[in-house]
């Protein structure tokens, strides 16, 4: 069974740091797309950042860029999002997604919590 | 514009069909791909590329496009279907991958 996980989540004040994980089980990672999706509690899902399969490129959305960077390890089987110089507005729970034809997200993981305050 | 943009809200009396809809130009490029989110879960893609559905997906749901616009249709709503959907492609603009702002049906 396919099963992403994600951990790493919590409470950062502002222009703080956090490294988010998600690890991946029952496919082979090395062979799929994967990236980060966020939704503010009660609201739409935004998405973040994409890595393609090898890991030798990304993109990230405007509202993140310069501040959060995508990668993976294909070793072991997990995905990483380094985040830096948080805002508040970065509140949301974080999902890993695994990209599927046609640019979709056809796995998704449970989401792990970030909060930025003060 | 890198945006595409979803109705806030459909309803549909139990056993209709419902049309929900996803505006944008790079809708014109690329497929959309529908999601399927209820409350305190993660979203559950229900329609990818021209017209596919994933396994385990039911048949009442199907795609159609045409020029900039999207659409998830759900022929014979049931109960469980209410949800709020989610449209996304990749985008032509500024981002590489953008989402609608979700439409929520409610099943009367």
């Known amino acids: 069974e396919v099963h992403l996980v994600e951990s790493g989540g919590g409470l950062v004040q502002p222009g703080g740091s956090l490294r988010l994980s998600c690890a991946v089980s029952g496919f082979t990672f090395s062979h799929y797309e994967m990236n980060w999706v966020r939704q503010v509690p009660g609201k739409g899902l935004e998405w973040v950042s994409y890595?393609?399969?090898?890991?030798?490129?990304?993109h990230s959305a405007d509202s993140v860029k310069g501040r959060f960077t995508i990668s993976r390890d294909n070793a072991k089987d997990s995905l990483y999002l380094q985040m830096n110089n948080l805002r508040a507005e970065d509140s949301a729970l974080y999902y890993c997604a695994r990209g599927g034809e046609y640019w979709a997200f056809d796995i998704w993981g449970q989401g792990t919590m970030v909060t930025v305050s003060s | 514009s890198s945006e595409l943009t979803q109705d806030p809200a459909v309803s549909v009396a139990l056993g209709q069909t419902v049309r929900i809809t996803c505006q944008g130009d790079s809708l014109r490029s690329y497929y959309a791909s529908w999601y399927q989110q209820k409350p305190g879960q993660a979203p559950v893609l229900v329609i990818y590329?021209?017209?596919n559905r994933p396994s385990g997906i039911a048949d009442r749901f199907s795609a159609s496009s045409s020029g900039d616009t999207a659409s998830l249709t759900i022929t014979g709503s049931q109960a469980e279907d209410e949800a709020v959907y989610y449209c996304?492609?990749?985008?032509?603009?500024?981002?590489?991958?953008?989402f609608g702002g979700g439409t929520k049906l409610t099943v009367l």
């Open positions: 890595i393609d399969s090898p890991g030798s490129a990304t």
């Open positions: 996304n492609s990749r985008d032509s603009n500024i981002n590489y991958l953008v």
């Open positions: 590329g021209k017209n």
